[in-house]
């Protein structure tokens, strides 16, 4: 029989459905709605799918295409991924809010207009809300807020393009924008802050790591994913991009290696590899977008097992702090194997996911000749070794023993991460299924006897550099504590100022209204000295007075007139 729903669509029936039922028969529309929705997808076909018909604009509500499908195909595996490693959750809020962002997701990047997307859009952004809510804490409220600010503005600044982008070009279909206008300047904003540009990034760093373990997870695989499949289709050439994607594989890195909570490692980790994604969609080329879109689908699969491995962590011990950790190993050792498999993705290992995939957008920026960007990109690959690949399983698993004796994840969990290591290890072992799916055919071949020697030379350097100076106790210790980031702006720095400029407001305030009173104390006075009982204009004036003065007035109104003669 021939299915044909609109993606989204079955993620929002499920959710309806997860509201009215209870237990085993919960759990099965949670696991059933994404392998539905993943046969759905397969059997969709043609180019423009769904539409619907508003106020005489025919709007898209389904555009298949190969860069739409590849992202949905993706978004339906970490979905089932993500919902099985949740399974021992029995929170009816977090599951349904899991499925309203699983399917808004879905919706936003299959979208074929940008009035669509803006609903899905905003969608996105409540839903995702509550799986940092779900946690209970101070910490994971005020985060809430700070991360829901961020999404509005981001929501505004679509609103606010997409009205001007129909005032100028009279549709709201979208395919390749460009820098060209205000609007263009707008959108890219807006798909920026999803994609965590700089200084627009804080909401990603200070939100993930407050999420439950399994809402993290969910949140790592789509908000961004999102920004990028609307960067990859809007904005591809755009040279700008490039230096914006160069700077977030950098700067993150130096924030990884001081900081001591492991969750808030990955989510930096995370900055790190949106960044090779927007520097290949900056290079545009065919190699550059289909690495971009490849790291992209790689980075959910091996991203979505570290976090896993850390939110079965904090699962079982309830620690997520590197200082505080150590020696798991002993009592997770699945997790612990689980975790070091998504560490060498991550790390481009060779036979691992991200070794397939990164090596593209090198291999596109050295074919553009950007020389520059290509070393920065290789000091950021090296970077990403030391606090993913080494930092990571070291100090959670290895290290010093801490003494924490737990059991190991629960089965559901163990389940996730291990289907998770399995696409990693078979993307990197046959790369080709995925390079079929890509948006261009792809004539690329990453197992070169020179790649594979340039990466394992960087590797190895890599780590001899992270033993050195650990033994010589010149790496940075794993020490409670706050770092400073950009939010320390908008933490600090404009709630200062805002202070000073209230209280300047007010002195300004009293100032004028003392002022004021002043003034209207001294009119009151000079009208009673003139118009009072006794002031001058009210007392009578003599006959002859009031005579002179009617001639002076009348001579004066002669003498004018005789001048105005004159002059004509």
Request: hydrophobic share 55%; glycine share 8%; with cysteine.
């Amino acid at each position: 029989m021939m299915i044909d729903l609109p993606p989204f669509l079955i993620f929002y029936i499920a959710a309806l459905f997860v509201l009215g039922t209870n237990g085993r028969l919960r759990f099965a529309i949670l696991l059933l709605a994404p392998l539905f929705g993943l046969i759905n997808l397969l059997f969709l076909e043609g180019e423009t799918v769904h539409t619907l018909s508003l106020f005489g604009e025919v709007l898209t509500i389904t555009r298949l295409d190969r860069l739409s499908f590849l992202f949905g195909f993706l978004f339906h595996i970490a979905a089932f991924l993500g919902l099985i490693f949740s399974l021992h959750v029995k929170d009816r809020v977090q599951q349904v809010a899991g499925l309203l962002y699983v399917g808004s997701a879905l919706g936003a990047v299959f979208a074929g207009d940008l009035l669509t997307l803006l609903v899905f859009w905003e969608i996105l952004a409540f839903t995702s809300v509550f799986l940092i809510l779900a946690r209970g804490t101070a910490r994971s409220y005020g985060a809430s807020v700070r991360y829901l600010v961020f999404q509005v503005f981001s929501g505004v600044l679509l609103f606010s393009g997409t009205a001007l982008y129909f005032y100028e070009r009279g549709s709201f279909s979208f395919n390749e924008i460009g820098l060209v206008d205000l609007s263009s300047w707008l959108l890219l904003f807006a798909f920026g802050i999803k994609s965590a540009f700089p200084f627009f990034h804080n909401w990603l760093t200070d939100a993930y790591p407050e999420a439950t373990p399994t809402g993290t997870v969910l949140l790592s695989s789509f908000t961004t994913k999102v920004g990028i499949c609307l960067l990859a289709r809007s904005y591809p050439g755009t040279e700008l991009l490039i230096y914006i994607g160069v700077f977030m594989a950098m700067f993150p890195i130096f924030y990884a290696v001081i900081e001591n909570d492991l969750r808030r490692v990955l989510s930096y980790s995370l900055i790190n590899q949106l960044g090779f994604m927007i520097c290949g969609i900056g290079i545009g080329t065919e190699m550059g977008i289909n690495g971009a879109v490849a790291h992209a689908f790689n980075d959910v699969i091996f991203k979505g097992l570290l976090f896993m491995s850390m939110g079965a962590v904090l699962f079982r011990s309830g620690k997520m702090d590197g200082s505080a950790l150590g020696g798991l190993y002993k009592s997770m050792p699945w997790t612990t194997g689980f975790c070091l498999v998504g560490a060498a993705s991550i790390s481009a290992f060779p036979l691992f996911s991200g070794f397939v995939s990164k090596s593209m957008v090198m291999v596109a920026v050295m074919e553009e000749h950007y020389f520059t960007v290509w070393l920065a990109l290789l000091f950021a690959s090296a970077g990403v070794f030391h606090h993913a690949g080494i930092k990571i399983p070291f100090f959670a698993f290895f290290a010093h023993d801490s003494g924490i004796r737990c059991k190991e994840a629960p089965r559901n969990m163990l389940l996730a991460m291990g289907l998770s290591s399995a696409i990693c290890i078979f993307n990197g072992i046959y790369p080709y299924l995925l390079y079929s799916y890509l948006p261009y055919v792809v004539s690329y071949e990453p197992y070169t006897f020179a790649h594979v020697l340039t990466q394992l030379q960087l590797l190895f350097f890599s780590a001899l550099a992270f033993c050195f100076l650990n033994l010589f106790s010149l790496y940075p210790p794993e020490l409670p504590g706050v770092n400073l980031d950009f939010e320390w702006t908008y933490r600090k720095v404009i709630p200062l100022i805002a202070w000073r400029v209230l209280l300047l407001c007010r002195l300004i305030r009293r100032f004028f209204l003392e002022y004021s009173a002043f003034v209207f104390d001294e009119f009151v006075s000079a009208l009673y000295r003139y118009h009072g009982p006794r002031g001058i204009v009210v007392h009578s004036w003599p006959t002859g007075v009031m005579v002179f003065g009617t001639i002076l007035l009348l001579g004066s109104c002669l003498f004018v007139y005789f001048l105005n003669t004159v002059i004509n």
